[in-house]
């Protein structure tokens, strides 16, 4: 197996203890830890680089901003952006899907347009266009899944008219570890009026991204899901996309001139970075690739594939135990949910916390998902580079404790 | 016991997986809802009410097992008590929820003299992250008789 435990002693998290027992971090899905290179990075730029970005004539201002766009080159880089420019900074993936509805749909949807999305997407790749398609009198269409939680294409060519105009799809699902058929959905698009989004936040931090040869027009993520600071993502785009998008916030820095009733955007990227910038996250963001980088997304993927395969052979062994998502490792990040007997999810996860182990239960903001699979709730355990075999040990054995507790014979 | 142990007590399953008055009830009565949206639990209960006495009780929801099966202890408990019963009782339970040992209305001498089976909950004050569980169906209740009272 891909061992990378050595880096373990990079995340001074994991010494903690809960009750004696080291602390299981199986919830990387909703955040990961935090290596000391990218903490280190953050403490070294507010001692010695901190200052606003953009506008300052003094060289610290100067060397600020130098940081802050080298974390963007650096972040661009790692999912293949031709350019920086095409990387704007956001508060994380939601700001930055929200930017695409806002920015993007409200100027072009019309009424009777379609919106394409799946059935397992994340709250915030639903909500935005629900309330963009409110605005505009556009409609969402839905692609279900099929028998193993894959998104289901045998629908495709029955709702994939000219009526669509945007298609929403995650890269990687936050509860069932499925991947979205982005290949897919870029060639149906292809030639037609339809932009394609990616929701990256779970694929971008899981395994290699190249943004050229994905093909999609917009990618969305988050620094926090990818060992970086919360308070900062990226949205990426094609040039043309950006340059046709409109600003969703106005403010300073984003304007090239301001008039008394009207303003002129600053260039690509800046007109979507209204005020001052999350700059020391974005430093910890850059310090966060650089260290994906050095152990390589290839290695990332392997790591997480095999522990993945371990989990799902582990979990096979305890008696009531059903897996929500796909069996089979290829095609599927490290998100893996399910349920136990009659034990509620919540009680799992208590149970769970009592063993050390963290992991998420309920509806892991997809609701939709949720009803889809008739299910209220699930347990999540969620893994990352960190993440070792003892540890899925770990978690078989507190399951099995909870099947005592509960008095599952 | 560990804490473990003393959270899942046999009778805390026991209504969890055979709620006690589980339906609606068909003649006039009271509705009221609860959802706790940070988990997704829920819980609904229909109250017949006479004169200031609760007559039926009827509950519905789904939810973790301190959820449930607080409430299926809680129905059992108020069928036949009058209003400010119910309210002593909200009142205790409360208390009784509180992490702060020195609130406690039970007493250890005598266990289930105060709040009967409902005491068994006790356990959820070691793991202060599920006491909202424990207290949805208590809210829910506060305000059905919130309406009984408005109707009465
Ligand atoms: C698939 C998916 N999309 C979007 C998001 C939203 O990310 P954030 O909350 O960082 O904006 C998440 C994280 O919760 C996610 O898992």
Known sequence: ?409 | MSPLDELYREVILDHYRNPRHRGSLNGPHVHAEGLNPSCGDEFALDLSVEGDTITDVAIQGQGCSISQASGSMMADAIVGRNFDEVEDMIRKFRLMMTIDEGDNPVDPERPGAVLGDLEALQGVRKFPVRIKCADLAWTTLTDALAKARANA
């Not at chain 1, 290179?37 to 506008?55: C, F, L, S, T």
């Not at chain 1, 009198?137 to 629908?155: K, P």
């Not at chain 1, 008394?260 to 690739?289: C, D, M, N, Y």
């Not at chain 1, 599927?332 to 063993?355: C, K, M, N, P, W």
């Open chain 1, 1 to 409: 197996m891909t061992d990378l435990s050595a880096l373990r002693s990079d995340f001074p998290i994991l010494k903690r203890t809960f009750d004696g027992r080291e602390l299981v971090y199986l919830d990387s899905a909703a955040t990961t830890q935090k290596p000391v290179q990218v903490i280190e990075a953050v403490d070294a730029y507010y001692r010695e680089k901190n200052a606003n970005v953009h506008r300052g004539t003094y060289r610290l201002s100067a060397e600020a901003t130098d940081a802050f766009e080298q974390a963007r080159a650096k972040v661009a880089s790692f999912i293949g952006s031709p350019k920086s420019e095409q990387l704007v900074f956001t508060r994380g993936a939601t700001t930055a899907l929200n930017f695409v509805a806002y920015g993007w749909g409200l100027h072009r949807l019309r009424e009777g347009d379609r919106i394409l999305l799946t059935v397992m997407e994340h709250h915030s790749n639903i909500v935005p266009w629900q309330m963009v398609a409110k605005l505009t009198g556009a409609e969402l269409v839905y692609l279900g899944l099929d028998d193993d939680y894959r998104v289901d294409l045998t629908e495709l060519d029955r709702v994939f008219d000219e009526r669509v105009k945007i298609v929403a799809v995650s890269g990687m699902s936050n509860v069932t570890g499925a991947r979205g058929p982005v290949a897919e959905l870029v060639a149906a698009a292809d030639g037609t009026n339809a932009i394609v989004v990616v929701d990256g936040a779970q694929l971008v931090p899981h395994d290699r991204v190249d943004v050229a040869s994905m093909g999609a027009d917009f990618l969305a993520f988050s620094a926090h899901k990818m060992l970086g600071p919360t308070g900062i993502g990226a949205l990426w785009g094609k040039e043309e996309r950006l340059e046709e998008m409109e600003p969703t916030e106005g403010g300073g820095e984003m304007i090239s001139d301001v008039g008394l009733t009207e303003s002129r955007w600053a260039p690509v990227p800046h007109k979507f970075e209204a005020g001052t910038p999350p700059i020391a996250q974005a430093v910890g963001f850059g310090a966060a690739v650089d260290y994906l980088d050095k152990i390589g997304m290839d290695t990332v993927r392997d790591h997480e594939r095999e522990l993945t395969a371990y989990a799902l052979e582990r979990l096979a062994e305890i008696p009531d135990l059903r897996v929500y998502g796909p069996r089979d490792v290829e095609g599927r990040g490290g998100a893996v949910s399910f349920e136990l007997g009659d034990i509620h999810a919540h009680d799992i996860a208590t149970i769970l916390d009592d063993h050390g182990i963290a992991v998420r239960a309920g509806h892991h903001c997809a609701k939709p998902l949720m009803r889809h699979l008739h299910v209220p709730a699930t347990a999540r355990a969620s893994f990352y580079i960190y993440n070792t075999p003892a540890e899925v040990d770990r978690l078989a054995e507190a399951l099995l404790d909870a099947r005592r507790v509960f008095g599952l014979a």
